[in-house]
Each structure stands twice: as structure tokens, then as C-alpha cells.
């Protein structure tokens, strides 16, 4: 019977150090709060009327430098991005600018009108909108010029 004991309480205190380990270290694995954020909102506008609709998408213009953020642009042209969901804004740094439609999300489609943009802000390899998100608040307005090239059958065709 004492030898069953001994058994036991060798077992049991390995057992013992790992819980007491386990209460002082916590439970499970630590995942830290995302990065504080600075707010970033402003307008669109193209040839210096409000745009309306669509995505704006942030792209950090060094690798490595800021996160991606992006938002829908409202009935009245205006705009705010998130980098991590349930908080506002991203991580100060420069970004490429650029724009994408309400359906562009979903890979390979097809059936989304494009946007009635100059080509040059569609994509992240093209757009020459660049802008600097600071610590604060930012209001950055997004001021696009050009001339839409073609329109939406002229699109189809050329893909």
C-alpha cells in the first residue's frame, strides 16, 4: 500500500508543477491585441466631382511598411479604411491608392460592371495616388483626374 502511494505521488507531482505552471503562465497561447491604428477618412472625387461608389484599397508602398487597409466609399463620396476588423484606420506609413467595384472581391468575376475610373486606379501596379497616413487623425481627400477610357461594353471586350 505505501509502495502505491509513492507510485502516486511520484506521478502526481510532474502533474502538479505542469498545472501550476500551466495557472501562472495562463491558458492556451497568447495572441496580442492588433497595433494601434490611426484613423484615416476623407472624400473621393474625380475631375473634382464626388465618386460614389466602390472600394478604396491602402497598399503599404514598402513592403514591410504599414498594412493593408481598405473601405467602401459612401453615397457621398466619402470613405474610411480599416486595416483589422473592428478597428478604424491603419499603421502610419506610405500607400499606393487605388479602386476597386462592390464585386471585385470574388475571384474571376466576370459579371461586375468595371468602375467608371481612368484604368490607371484600378490596380495597385498602376495607380499613382500615392498618400502618407501620420500618427493623429487623418483626413485625406482623394482627388482623381482622367478621362474614363471606353465604357463598360468596351471593357468586356478587351478581358
Request: one cysteine or more; a negative charge.
Amino acid at each position: 500500500m505505501i509502495h502505491a502511494t509513492n507510485e502516486y505521488s511520484t506521478l502526481s507531482s510532474p502533474l502538479a508543477m505542469l498545472a501550476a505552471v500551466l495557472a501562472t503562465a495562463g491558458c492556451g497561447p497568447h495572441i496580442p491585441p492588433p497595433p494601434t491604428t490611426q484613423p484615416v477618412h476623407g472624400n473621393v472625387t474625380l475631375n473634382g466631382e464626388p465618386f460614389t461608389y466602390g472600394f478604396v484599397r491602402f497598399v503599404p508602398a514598402e513592403l514591410g511598411k504599414g498594412r493593408f487597409a481598405e473601405g467602401m466609399i459612401a453615397e457621398d463620396g466619402s470613405y474610411a479604411v480599416a486595416a483589422f476588423k473592428g478597428q478604424a484606420g491603419t499603421l502610419p506609413g506610405e500607400y499606393m491608392v487605388y479602386f476597386s467595384g462592390l464585386q471585385a472581391a470574388a475571384e474571376g468575376e466576370s459579371d461586375a460592371p468595371p468602375l467608371p475610373l481612368p484604368k490607371k486606379y484600378l490596380s495597385k501596379e498602376t495607380t499613382d495616388l500615392k498618400v502618407t497616413v501620420t500618427d493623429g487623425d487623418n483626413d485625406i481627400p482623394l482627388e482623381m483626374q482622367g478621362e474614363v477610357e471606353g465604357d463598360a461594353s468596351d471593357g468586356e471586350a478587351s478581358e
